[in-house]
């Protein structure tokens, strides 16, 4: 299955073709509107989306990236579908860096998985996956422990996927991350998003995860594609944008999907930009939307 992010850009690159748009701002208003509709469907998922759909839209509309003489005689065409093609191969390169996105980290991030080390992951992450594949398949031997991930058991799904590849994993309850903890060599998860200052959007129970590798010296690392980068600054739970946490309009009845985990708790994140430091993460969001 494709990812929500994945599907809401290209429904936003395809977008381009079938929405009228006689100007420029005209066309980028029909995309935000388009956007805005994608981000109200997407349920877990959320923030991946809003970032996701947000950055969409700044890319294909990014002059800066494009300087030479013949973006310029783009943009001051008369007509307005030498901007309108410039805009779909604009999309679609934006398809391809995302495409590509996993397989970078991969590349990254593999080289942390020494044999021997006994991998922590939370809920079912496609990044992750990625990794521990290309470790596996570089004949790195590992074995992995994945929580149920309550209340929608996603972790079962990242367990079939392990085994299917051959991989040695084991499930384990929520609750039981406090006992296990002594025995993993490091905690590795992905991200619904990455907030402005480093911290760390994602499923319900990573935010105790994290402390719990804390205590015990543990390193906590985020596999996260840069389209994930979020500009929201939360200092703490309270501070997560209600359609990040909830799935249902009836707050109160609602359990959160998601918690927020600062970043005095990751030690790496590792992006299809490179391995950073939480604090590295503010300075790559000003360069995707200068």
Same mark, same amino acid.
């Given at each position: 299955?494709?990812?929500?992010?994945?599907?809401?850009?290209?429904?936003?690159?395809?977008?381009?073709?079938?929405?009228?748009?006689?100007?420029?701002?005209?066309?980028?208003?029909?995309?935000?509107?388009?956007?805005?509709?994608?981000?109200?469907?997407?349920?877990?998922?959320?923030?991946?989306?809003?970032?996701?759909?947000?950055?969409?839209?700044?890319?294909?509309?990014?002059?800066?990236?494009?300087?030479?003489?013949?973006?310029?005689?783009?943009?001051?065409?008369?007509?307005?579908?030498?901007?309108?093609?410039?805009?779909?191969?604009?999309?679609?390169?934006?398809?391809?860096?995302?495409?590509?996105?996993?397989?970078?980290?991969?590349?990254?991030?593999?080289?942390?998985?020494?044999?021997?080390?006994?991998?922590?992951?939370?809920?079912?992450?496609?990044?992750?996956?990625?990794?521990?594949?290309?470790?596996?398949?570089?004949?790195?031997?590992?074995?992995?422990?994945?929580?149920?991930?309550?209340?929608?058991?996603?972790?079962?799904?990242?367990?079939?996927?392990?085994?299917?590849?051959?991989?040695?994993?084991?499930?384990?309850?929520?609750?039981?991350?406090?006992?296990?903890?002594?025995?993993? *060599?490091?905690?590795?998860?992905?991200?619904?998003?990455?907030? $402005?200052?480093?911290? @760390? !959007? +994602? %499923?319900?129970? &990573?935010?105790?995860?994290?402390?719990?590798?804390?205590?015990?010296?543990?390193?906590?690392?985020?596999?996260?594609?840069?389209?994930?980068?979020?500009?929201?600054?939360?200092?703490?739970?309270?501070?997560?944008?209600?359609?990040?946490?909830?799935?249902?309009? *009836?707050?109160?009845?609602?359990?959160?999907?998601?918690?927020? $985990?600062?970043?005095? @708790? !990751? +030690? %790496?994140?590792? &992006?299809?930009?490179?391995?950073?430091?939480?604090?590295?993460?503010?300075?790559?969001?000003?360069?995707?939307?200068?």
């Amino acid at each position: 299955k494709q990812s929500l992010l994945r599907v809401a850009s290209s429904d936003l690159s395809s977008g381009i073709n079938a929405e009228y748009g006689g100007t420029l701002q005209q066309l980028i208003e029909q995309l935000q509107e388009l956007s805005s509709r994608l981000k109200s469907v997407v349920g877990t998922s959320t923030t991946s989306v809003v970032s996701g759909c947000d950055l969409f839209v700044r890319f294909i509309t990014l002059r800066s990236l494009n300087k030479g003489q013949v973006d310029s005689d783009i943009w001051e065409s008369k007509s307005f579908d030498p901007i309108r093609r410039f805009l779909v191969e604009r999309g679609n390169q934006f398809m391809k860096r995302l495409m590509l996105s996993r397989k970078k980290i991969a590349q990254l991030a593999y080289p942390f998985i020494t044999d021997g080390v006994t991998v922590l992951t939370v809920d079912m992450s496609r990044v992750v996956l990625e990794i521990l594949t290309k470790a596996h398949d570089n004949m790195k031997k590992f074995h992995v422990l994945v929580t149920v991930s309550e209340p929608d058991k996603n972790g079962l799904m990242m367990l079939k996927a392990l085994r299917d590849r051959g991989i040695h994993a084991t499930q384990i309850l929520d609750c039981s991350i406090g006992f296990v903890m002594e025995r993993v *060599d490091f905690v590795l998860v992905g991200a619904g998003g990455v907030v $402005t200052n480093g911290g @760390l !959007i +994602n %499923k319900i129970g &990573t935010y105790p995860t994290a402390v719990m590798a804390r205590s015990l010296n543990k390193p906590f690392y985020v596999a996260v594609e840069s389209f994930k980068f979020y500009r929201k600054y939360p200092l703490g739970q309270m501070d997560l944008p209600n359609y990040c946490k909830y799935l249902d309009t *009836d707050k109160e009845k609602d359990h959160p999907f998601v918690d927020y $985990t600062p970043p005095s @708790l !990751i +030690n %790496k994140l590792f &992006t299809d930009l490179g391995v950073l430091t939480p604090s590295a993460v503010s300075d790559e969001l000003i360069k995707l939307y200068i």
